[in-house]
T-cell receptor, first 121, second 113 residues
Framework: GAVVSQHPSRVICKSGTSVKIECRSL??????MFWYRQFPKQSLMLMAT?????????EQGVEKDKFLINHASLTLSTLTVTSAHPEDSSFYIC?????????????????FGAGSRLTVL | GDSVTQMEGPVTLSEEAFLTINCTYT??????LFWYVQYPGEGLQLLLK?????DKGSNKGFEATYRKETTSFHLEKGSVQVSDSAVYFC????????????FGAGTRLTVKP
């Protein structure tokens, strides 16, 4: 089945540094990937929609200059948290929608990565 | 706008108890409905899905029926196991809205032996 790999799974960084998180679709192509942020014991908050070959679409209230998204190929999207601060500490999750995918559940099913826990000291 | 409301947790049950987690939705158009499960420290996994009214999604003993008349998609399992302990998210996607996904707040289930 469809698999999305997210790396790193955990990262600790110092305040002011930048951190890059990768999201890869391993066995399918995805023109669209999504980035979410999840606070402890809360639901997923959609941050942005990453479109291959074009600019990401950010949700209201998400700083595009702080959370840089690059969707360089049909299998890779990256999220870079620039000049990270402790309040950026969170669990970041990506998901991908397979191009023309059907699988067992149809084309509009999202496959999620395992998430990346960012801790900014 | 499109949204999902699900039963607040946490829910604590004994092994082999019956589980119901309520989920209702508001949507324009005809949404697809999903239940995702998140185990500790992991991302989300699709548990089951239904794409139209009266469809029943089922997987691993879990079931949910798409009820258009009550705009609901309640998750049920007849006999829970300790391994079912996780957070469960109800979600919808609306084709008219670019298939954007909207998630409920999540319900944490703990099953005790």
């Amino acid at each position: 089945g469809a698999v999305v790999s997210q790396h790193p799974s955990r990262v600790i960084c110092k305040s002011g540094t930048s951190v890059k998180i990768e999201c890869r679709s391993l066995d399918f192509q995805a023109t669209t990937m999504f980035w979410y942020r999840q606070f402890p014991k809360q639901s997923l908050m959609l941050m942005a929609t990453s479109n291959e070959g074009s600019k990401a679409t950010y949700e209201q209230g998400v700083e595009k200059d702080k959370f840089l998204i690059n969707h360089a190929s049909l299998t890779l999207s990256t999220l870079t948290v620039t000049s990270a601060h402790p309040e950026d500490s969170s669990f970041y999750i990506c998901s991908a929608r397979e191009i023309g995918g059907q699988g067992a559940y149809g084309a509009n099913v999202l496959t999620f990565g395992a998430g990346s826990r960012l801790t900014v000291l | 706008g499109d949204s999902v409301t699900q039963m607040e947790g946490p829910v604590t049950l004994s092994e082999e108890a019956f589980l119901t987690i309520n989920c209702t939705y508001t949507a324009t158009g005809y949404p697809s409905l999903f239940w995702y499960v998140q185990y500790p420290g992991e991302g989300l996994q699709l548990l089951l899905k239904a794409t139209k009214a009266d469809d029943k999604g089922s997987n691993k003993g879990f079931e949910a029926t798409y009820r258009k008349e009550t705009t609901s998609f309640h998750l049920e399992k007849g006999s829970v196991q300790v391994s079912d302990s996780a957070v469960y998210f109800c979600a919808l996607s609306v084709p008219l809205n670019n298939n954007d996904m909207r998630f409920g707040a999540g319900t944490r289930l703990t099953v005790k032996p």
